[in-house]
């Protein structure tokens, strides 16, 4: 499949010896067709505004400036710029490429004061669990951004989505959906990466919700990194340092349970009551 003129993007990266580094958690996509579903799955994108991470040589870049979005790109790994340049020369007005760590970004300022942008991204495995909570904890609410459409290792990507009593809740599952609506849209093989790893990857889709119940999101950040710290652990041990028994009495918990079985609502409430 072609979807624009440039070259194949096993080409791009032969021609400027781009090898995917474990160290920045890089995996590129080369497979054209899967780029484009991960685009369509955040819906029409013409001369809409995307904020994209970790785009490397820019397969889901193309994909996303072919469907007419209007891209903000940013990338850590310097090695990756002159593809790139060469993706925005190709659209002109319609890729800006910004060099730096993610991490450190201002993406509310990046977002500017026009329609709200979508993130879409391949986000880099050892980065993108961190994005997603500042991303879900950032103020004020309803954020900066229109939706996420995301690429995380399955593991993590159930973690997002996961219910009360499920073994995959925990914090994540907790803070997403307190503020969003997750759902997983599909699955995408090892094979489709280069390098392949170890892992199938999932594409999550994650819509904010406008009003989600009232609570302060740095105290629900604490009771839930508290809480699943030590997750084993009865409630009254594992967050003993944000006032334990006491606390859980206060909003009705019994102190004997676990983190795992507390529903969204529950958590909420203790973190009003610190």
């Known amino acids: 499949m072609s979807i624009d003129s440039l ?7 032969e021609r400027h010896q781009l090898m995917a580094k474990k160290s920045l958690g890089q995996n590129f996509l080369f497979d054209l067709n899967l780029t484009a579903k991960i685009a369509r799955q ?4 013409k001369d809409q505004p995307v904020i994209e991470v970790g785009p490397g ?11 007419g979005a209007l891209v903000t790109a940013i990338e850590r790994d310097e090695r990756c710029l002159p ?17 730096g760590d993610a991490l450190e970004q201002d993406f509310s300022a990046l977002a500017g004061n026009g329609s709200k942008p979508r993130i879409i991204a391949n986000l880099p495995y050892n980065v993108g669990t961190q994005l997603l909570v500042n991303w879900l904890l950032s103020e004020p609410w309803p954020p900066f951004y229109a939706s996420m459409t995301l690429m995380f290792q399955r593991e993590v990507a159930e973690r997002i989505v996961a219910r009360p009593g499920s073994e995959a809740y925990g914090r994540l599952g907790v803070l997403a959906g307190w503020r969003s ?6 699955d995408v093989p090892p094979q489709a990466f280069t390098p392949p790893p170890k892992i199938t990857s999932s594409v999550v889709h994650i819509v904010p919700r406008a009003e989600p119940l009232a609570c302060d999101a740095a105290s629900l950040g604490r009771v839930t990194q508290a809480a699943f710290g030590q ?5 009254r041990q594992s967050i003993k340092s944000l006032g334990g028994e006491a ?12 983190a795992e079985t507390l529903d969204i609502e529950e958590f909420v409430a203790l973190a009003n009551a610190i």
């Not at 606390?247 to 676990?258: A, F, H, M, N, W």
């Open 7 to 13: 070259p194949p993007l096993r080409d791009v990266m």
């Open 42 to 45: 955040a819906g029409d994108l």
């Open 57 to 67: 040589p820019g397969g889901l870049t193309r994909a996303l400036l072919a469907q």
């Open 83 to 99: 593809a790139l340049d060469e993706i925005a020369s190709h659209y002109p007005g319609r890729l800006t490429i910004i060099s």
């Open 181 to 186: 609506e997750a759902k997983i849209a599909f």
């Open 231 to 235: 997750r084993r652990k009865m409630l």
């Open 247 to 258: 606390l859980l009495e206060k909003v009705g918990i019994d102190p004997t349970r676990r």
